[in-house]
């Protein structure tokens, strides 16, 4: 298991960027893939982004791809979330998530652990 605690989240006009961090605690940080996902009032939660054990591949939502990005630095046991051109439709609770072993880590996919969400609203 590994424990997450979201930060960064807050109130920024459309257009603006925000980033987002995970700080995790437990052993062996890198041997799990992490994603982010959101859930937005009255909506269901809904895939954002991904990233594996060694950063080099990262997956998104077409609906925030080429304006999010994720990152991970495990010697910090950190997940950044680079919100940028920000939409008021991104307004939403932001929570990361951690997946330990193989297998899919987009939509419908299972993680293990989860953070207790930053939330993020967008103003028009």
């Known amino acids: 298991q590994v424990q997450l605690v979201e930060s960064g989240g807050g109130l920024v006009q459309a257009g603006g960027s925000l980033r987002l961090s995970c700080a995790a605690s437990?052993?062996?940080?890198?041997?799990?893939?992490m994603g982010w996902f959101r859930q937005a009032p009255g909506k269901e939660r809904e895939f954002v982004a991904a990233?594996?054990?060694?950063?080099?591949?990262?997956f998104y939502a077409i609906s925030v791809k080429g304006r999010f990005t994720i990152s991970r630095d495990n010697a910090k046991n950190t997940v950044y979330l680079q919100m940028n051109s920000l939409k008021p439709e991104d307004t939403a609770v932001y929570y990361c998530?951690?997946?330990?072993?193989?297998?899919?880590?987009?939509?419908?996919?299972?993680?293990?652990?989860w953070g207790q969400g930053a939330q993020v609203t967008v103003s028009s």
């Open positions: 998530a951690a997946k330990l072993g193989m297998g899919t880590v987009g939509p419908g996919s299972h993680y293990d652990s």
């Open positions: 990233i594996r054990w060694g950063g080099g591949s990262q």
């Open positions: 437990g052993r062996s940080f890198n041997a799990y893939a």
